[in-house]
Nanobody
Framework: QVQLVESGGGLVQAGGSLRLSCAAS????????MGWFRQAPGKEREFVAA???????GYADSVKGRFTISRDNAKNWVYLQMNSLKPEDTAVYYC???????????????????WGQGTQVTVSS
């Protein structure tokens, strides 16, 4: 399995930006589709964005046009640039390795996939 460590979370005002990073270990990183998910208090974990090993991307409707996912296969990093943040974006954000993208606006973790430990993002109004 790929080991994942997220960083970059924090407190930001509405309208601001944050960039999340996810460091992955494992020689097969470049073969996996990667994703970001989030979980707000009292809610289920939900899909945010995903990127295939070829660079194709998918986004949840709620973040489309505001968030951008990218990856650096040479350095085993995945990023999530978050702009125009809203209070409803407040959640713990999780990086995921080996996700399945059945469509451009949805992805889920494969049975053999792995999660990072999460990083808190808080957007104040």
């Amino acid at each position: 399995q790929v080991q994942l460590v997220e960083s970059g979370g924090g407190l930001v005002q509405a309208g601001g930006s944050l960039r999340l990073s996810c460091a992955a270990s494992g020689r097969t990183f470049s073969r996996y589709a990667m994703g970001w998910f989030r979980q707000a208090p009292g809610k289920e974990r939900e899909f945010v964005a995903a990127i295939s090993w070829t660079g194709s991307t998918g986004y949840a409707d709620s973040v489309k046009g505001r968030f951008t996912i990218s990856r650096d296969n040479a350095k085993n990093w995945v990023y999530l640039q978050m702009n125009s943040l809203k209070p409803e974006d407040t959640a713990v954000y999780y990086c995921a390795a080996d996700v399945i993208l059945p469509s451009i606006d949805y992805a889920y973790l494969s049975p053999s996939g792995s999660w990072g430990q999460g990083t808190q993002v808080t957007v104040s109004s």
